[in-house]
């Protein structure tokens, strides 16, 4: 594609809306299809694909950069239209947030590339060229929760009463006490009464709120971002909801729905293999960073290590920090880290 079309002035945009009206327009311009958008994106070592750039295409939310920024390169566009883009579309932000100095300095802060999810869905015919992500057909009642549930009886039990919840969560799940308590769960007695076996069943799919063992806190992007990043603050606070789903043998995902940008998918950023790897929540996509197992263990603490299964490494906060909004990375396991290990509380 050759240089920007004049008609194509991102600055001019007032809203959201306008903002992504150009960004379709681009697109048409290109002539290039969803589908090799997404191709050139890969081939570019970016990921973006075809459905989540058909769902950023028709909201009239702002996509987040990471995925503007492939878009606009998929397109033949060079950096300095990508800056120019940017810098619209951050205008557009602070615009929204009220408090650019807040926002800026958080980014600033975090050291670390922006990422993106998308915050669209598909108002261009075209789009029927794009694969639908399952997380994005879901039926949800207006309050954003999945309608369907994906409790077992058991886990149900746990909701119903309190008794009864309490020994079936023991049994089955390495589960967190209920949603106002910071305890951590007693372990599954033995037949001889030895309270230190503790071999439980692998998760139960269901809506969880998933919790560092260490603190009690619970993992949460920052109310003030949109880059899509996980840290551990209090349970009150934290969002977007999340679901645990099958994938598998053994295999699950942490589903979520955001309040702004709607289902997506908890996952270890470009499926990166490196320490201090971002953990962030995101569009769902095959990349396989996005795919975890659950490990239960004893020690530290009672829990589950949660290990990205393109790595095989864990998540957690380093140095197992107590602190407000520490950072949840991709690290290497460590037997002895209180802060990589997790429970689940139903919800």
Not at 24 to 30: N, Q
Request: charged share 20%.
């Amino acid at each position: 594609m050759p240089n920007q079309p004049t008609e194509l002035q991102p600055e001019t945009a007032r809203t959201p809306g306008e903002y992504v009206a150009q960004l379709r327009r681009l697109r048409t311009l290109s002539g290039l299809t969803y589908r090799e958008i997404a191709d050139r994106a890969d081939t570019a070592g970016e990921v973006l694909p075809a459905s989540t750039l058909a769902a950023m295409l028709g909201r009239a939310t702002l996509p987040r950069e990471q995925a503007v920024a492939a878009l606009i390169r998929a397109c033949g566009l060079g950096p300095d239209e990508v800056a120019r883009w940017l810098d619209a579309r951050r205008r557009l932000a602070v615009s929204e947030a009220g408090d650019s100095d807040a926002s800026m300095a958080y980014a600033e802060s975090d050291g670390l590339a922006e990422e993106t999810r998308p915050a669209c869905s598909a108002t261009d015919p075209e789009a029927a060229d794009a694969p639908v992500e399952p997380t994005q057909v879901d039926t949800r009642v207006a309050s954003g929760r999945p309608r369907r549930g994906w409790l077992t009886p058991a886990a149900l039990g746990f909701v119903a009463g309190a008794a009864v919840a309490t020994v079936t969560a023991v049994v089955l799940l390495p589960v967190g006490s209920p949603p106002d308590s910071h305890q951590v769960p007693n372990p599954r007695t033995s037949a001889n009464g030895d309270a230190s076996v503790w071999q439980p069943a692998e998760p139960a799919p269901g809506p969880y709120r998933l919790r560092l063992a260490h603190t009690g806190l619970c993992v949460s992007e920052r109310p003030d971002s949109d880059l899509g990043h996980l840290f551990q603050t209090a349970c009150a606070a934290a969002m977007p909801s999340m679901t645990l789903t099958t994938e598998g043998d053994r295999v699950f995902r942490i589903r979520t729905d955001h309040p702004r940008f709607g289902a997506g998918c908890m996952g270890v950023d470009q499926a990166t293999r490196d320490v201090n790897g971002v953990v962030a929540d995101s569009f769902c996509d095959t990349g396989g960073g996005q795919d975890f197992r659950f490990e239960p263990v004893t020690v530290p603490a009672l829990g589950y290590r949660i290990r990205p299964v393109h790595s095989d490494m864990c998540l957690g906060v380093a140095n197992s920090a107590t602190n407000d909004w520490a950072p949840v990375r991709q690290l290497a396991c460590d037997a002895n880290a209180s802060g990589q290990i997790f429970l689940l509380d139903p919800v």
